[in-house]
C-alpha cells in the first residue's frame, strides 16, 4: 500500500522507501541536468527574460515547472517565472486544483478564462478529431496573453517523445519533414516559444509525475480520443522500441543532424547551382592505341 504525507496542508507526497529515495534522486539530477542542457544548447533563457510557464494540469507540465524553479535556484542569471493556465471551460474542469497547487508553491500565476471548448464542439463533427482546432484557439490565447504579461519566453512541456512523434505525424500525414524546435519564433515575430524538455524523455516524466504526486488534470476534450493520428504513431514507435531499444533516442539524434544537401528541398539547398570542381590545367596522359 503506497502512503502519503501533508506538506503544508497542501499538499500529498508519496513517503519512498530508502530504494525509491535513491532511484527518485537519479531520476530528477537526470531530469535537471536534460532540462538545464537543453536551455543551454539553444540559448532559452537569459538573464532578465519574464518565461510564461504554460500550465495544463497534465505531467509534463507540472515536471517543466517544478523543474525550472529547482534550476532557477541555481542558474548563473536571473529570470522570473510566471505560471499560466488556459481555463477552456470544459465541464466538470476542477477549477479549485491549479491555484491551490500554485499558491502552495508560492508561484506567481494566471488563471485565463476562455470558453474555446464550445467554440471547438460547435465547429467539430461528433467522432472527428478535435485537436488541430483546439490546439490553435489555445496558442493564440497564450501568445496574446504573453503580451499582455510582458512575457519574453512562452515555456511549454513539450518532451522528446513528442517531438518525435510529431516528427512522424508530418511526414506520414502531411507529407512534410519537420517537428517541434526547441525554440521557435512566432510566425508574427512577437513571441519566442521554448521547449526546456526537449532532451526528456516521456518514461522518466511518467515516473517523476508519480513520485511527486503532482494534482493530474486530464483533458476530457482530446484526451480520451483513440482515433488520433497520434495515438496511432505513438503505438508504432513503442513498438519500434521493444524491438530496438533506443531507437527514439536515434531518430531524436537524426532530427539534431540534419544534412540538407542529403534531402530534395530545394528551398534548402542549392541543387541548380551544384558544379563538379574539374582542374582545368590538369595534364592527362596520351591515350595509346595498341593492336594485337
Not at 500565476?109 to 476562455?114: A, P, R, W
Not at 480520443?225 to 530496438?244: G, P
Amino acid at each position: 500500500m503506497r502512503r502519503f504525507r501533508v506538506i503544508s496542508g497542501r499538499r500529498l507526497v508519496r513517503e519512498l522507501s530508502r530504494k525509491e529515495r535513491t532511484e527518485f534522486n537519479k531520476l530528477q539530477k537526470r531530469l535537471r541536468r536534460n532540462v538545464g542542457n537543453a536551455i543551454a544548447d539553444y540559448t532559452m533563457i537569459e538573464a532578465g527574460d519574464r518565461v510564461m510557464v504554460c500550465l495544463s494540469g497534465g505531467k509534463d507540465s507540472y515536471a517543466m515547472l517544478d523543474v525550472l524553479l529547482a534550476l532557477r535556484s541555481s542558474a548563473p542569471v536571473d529570470f522570473e517565472l510566471i505560471a499560466v493556465n488556459l481555463d477552456q471551460k470544459q465541464p466538470g474542469f476542477p477549477e479549485h486544483v491549479l491555484p491551490a497547487y500554485l499558491e502552495a508553491l508560492d508561484v506567481p500565476y494566471y488563471i485565463l478564462e476562455k470558453d474555446t471548448y464550445s467554440v471547438v464542439r460547435s465547429v467539430i463533427p461528433e467522432g472527428k478529431t478535435t485537436c488541430g482546432l483546439c490546439s490553435r484557439l489555445r496558442r493564440g490565447s497564450l501568445y496574446g496573453f504573453a503580451a499582455d504579461i510582458g512575457a519574453t519566453k512562452i515555456a511549454l512541456g513539450h518532451h522528446r517523445d513528442d517531438i518525435v512523434e510529431t516528427l512522424f505525424l508530418n511526414l506520414f500525414f502531411g507529407g512534410s519533414l519537420k517537428a517541434m524546435p526547441p525554440k521557435l519564433l512566432s510566425d508574427d515575430k512577437r513571441n519566442v516559444v521554448i521547449r526546456p524538455m526537449a532532451y526528456c524523455k516521456e518514461k522518466d516524466l511518467v515516473a517523476y509525475a508519480d513520485y511527486k504526486a503532482f494534482p493530474i488534470i486530464p483533458c476530457n476534450l482530446c484526451g480520451s480520443q483513440e482515433n488520433l493520428q497520434r495515438v496511432q504513431i505513438k503505438q508504432m514507435l513503442a513498438d519500434w522500441e521493444r524491438q530496438y531499444p533506443g531507437r527514439t533516442e536515434t531518430i531524436f539524434r537524426g532530427i539534431c543532424n540534419v544534412a540538407p544537401s542529403q534531402l530534395a528541398d530545394t528551398a534548402l539547398f542549392d541543387f541548380s547551382n551544384l558544379r563538379a570542381e574539374v582542374d582545368r590545367d590538369l595534364h592527362l596522359p596520351a591515350i595509346c592505341v595498341v593492336n594485337l
